[in-house]
């Protein structure tokens, strides 16, 4: 169970809005077989389990047979086994009838992320955001969990330096996601071993400064929140490349209490002279922001940002160019709410030292030992409290042509 092979056309349909509604009443029969208590508030589990079955998350599946066992049954009903039901649920195709969810949620097939074929749905945005908006009120987890960290890759088409991330993910398949959105109309064709195979999710174009920027972040975070083990959601440029290995990057986003979003109040006509009046209520020109969209955040903030309306709502009628959103809805609307767990600062090293609209590219001849070194430990910052030479985990921007320098950097990098 719980995952779902859209290219089987009878899955696909699984995200047909109207026939959520079997699976609802599926669930909530499975839920009476394997949870127990019948008093249970439904709702309460069902949002938890909804997700389940749409994640592709592979740990809960993974952990399952360390974990501890859901409580015994009381004399369940009968799940009903409409063909079309069954084929919801084993959507992995076990074509074994017997692996309805009912049979043994304890004992469920292991599934490696390798497994996972695709995320892809045809859930409209309003659908999706609805759906990863859900929150279970129960706090504890019934099963073990391992937290994963979910990568978020924003890219108008390919992923030219994915050789250096395929060697950065190699090992550490159950502690991450993957998530890509490109323009529609680019055609995937990583192959079947690849770490960024069937990681596409359904997108939409977007331009530069504009609203949709917002709707393609939203979109990965909802895309991503619908796999409950992601407990820490990176975004990330296809310019982008790691500055450590995998796991000291994990230990560093999983263990950190804060979020990593840099934002300042810039009272030029840049910054604070981008706000619009119509924005308040709820932005007051004091809570205008500016910063970097390159975030790091927690659970929290993730589920806050894909559920939120009326920043959004403020920014998408008002924030017009050359007001851009992407430079002020995130760092806004974490100062107005969250500002207290953020951290301020950025893990996403960028250079902005030559003058310009844009940052510096890190080409071929660039990269070596010393410059990556300066990047790596050249700041200084506090990282739970205390000072700390590792600022950075992520850094931007590369040039295609830095790829072949950098795989021979790996070493140093991920040693
Ligand atoms: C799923 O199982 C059915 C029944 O065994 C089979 O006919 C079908 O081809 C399978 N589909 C996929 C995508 O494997
Ligand atoms: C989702 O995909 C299925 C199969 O391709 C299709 O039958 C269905 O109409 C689609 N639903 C929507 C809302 O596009
Ligand atoms: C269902 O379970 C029974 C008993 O465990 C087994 O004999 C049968 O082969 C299973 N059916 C399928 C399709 O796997
Ligand atoms: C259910 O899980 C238990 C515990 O692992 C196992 O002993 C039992 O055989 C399983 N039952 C079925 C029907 O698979
Ligand atoms: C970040 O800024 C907010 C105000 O926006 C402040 O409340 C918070 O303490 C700052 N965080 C750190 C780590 O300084
Ligand atoms: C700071 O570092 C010291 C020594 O490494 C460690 O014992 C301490 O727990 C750290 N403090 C925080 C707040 O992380
Ligand atoms: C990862 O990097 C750290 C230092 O950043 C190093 O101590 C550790 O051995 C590396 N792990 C692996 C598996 O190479």
């Known amino acids: ?238 310019t982008c490349i790691p500055l450590f290995n995998f796991t000291t990057i994990y230990r560093y986003l999983t263990n950190s209490k804060l979020n990593f979003l840099s934002l300042y109040d810039d009272r030029s006509g840049v910054g604070r002279g981008r706000y619009r009046q119509g924005m308040w209520p709820p932005i007051a020109l004091e809570d205008w922001r500016k910063g970097s969209q390159w975030f790091e955040i927690d659970r929290v903030l993730a589920l806050r940002i894909a559920s939120d309306k009326p920043y959004y709502d403020a920014f998408s009628k008002f924030c017009l160019p050359p007001c851009y959103s992407d430079e002020h809805y995130l760092p806004t609307l974490v100062n107005i709410l969250y500002g207290e767990s953020n951290s301020n600062r950025s893990v996403t090293y960028v250079d902005w030292s030559q003058r310009g609209a844009h940052p510096r590219r890190f080409e071929r001849g660039q990269i070596n030992r010393e410059s990556l070194d300066r990047i790596r430990f050249g700041s200084e910052c506090i990282y739970n409290g205390n000072n700390t030479r590792m600022c950075y985990l992520f850094a931007r921007k590369f040039h295609p042509n830095a790829l072949e320098p950098l795989l021979k950097m790996a070493p140093v990098l991920f040693g």
């Open 1 to 238: 169970m719980g995952e779902i092979n859209p290219q089987a056309p009878q899955s696909t349909s699984l995200f047909n809005f109207f026939q959520l509604k079997y699976l609802l009443y599926l669930l909530i029969f499975c839920l009476g077989a394997s949870m127990g208590s019948l008093s249970t508030s439904y709702f309460d589990s069902l949002s938890f389990n909804i997700q389940n079955f749409i994640s592709t998350s592979s740990s809960i599946i993974t952990s399952s047979p360390s974990s501890p066992p859901f409580p015994a049954p009381l004399p369940p009903p009968p799940p009903p086994r409409q063909p079309e039901e069954v084929v919801l649920v084993s959507a992995d195709n076990a074509t074994s009838p017997n692996t309805t969810c009912s049979d043994n949620l304890t004992t469920s097939r292991v599934v490696t992320l390798k497994e996972e074929k695709s995320i892809m749905h045809n859930m409209s945005d309003k659908e999706l955001l609805w759906l990863a908006s859900m929150l279970p009120k129960i706090r504890d987890f019934p099963y073990e969990r391992v937290p994963k960290v979910a990568f978020m890759f924003l890219t108008p088409g390919s992923l030219p330096l994915s050789p250096l991330w395929e060697m950065f993910f190699k090992g550490h398949e159950g502690l991450y996601s993957i998530y890509v959105h490109a323009h529609p109309s680019y055609h995937y064709n990583y192959p079947k071993n690849s770490v960024f195979y069937g990681r596409a999710i359904p997108s939409k174009p977007l331009w530069w400064g504009t609203v949709s920027m917002i709707d393609a972040e939203r979109r990965l975070l909802a895309n991503a929140l619908l796999d409950l083990s992601n407990q820490r959601f990176v975004l990330l440029s296809e």
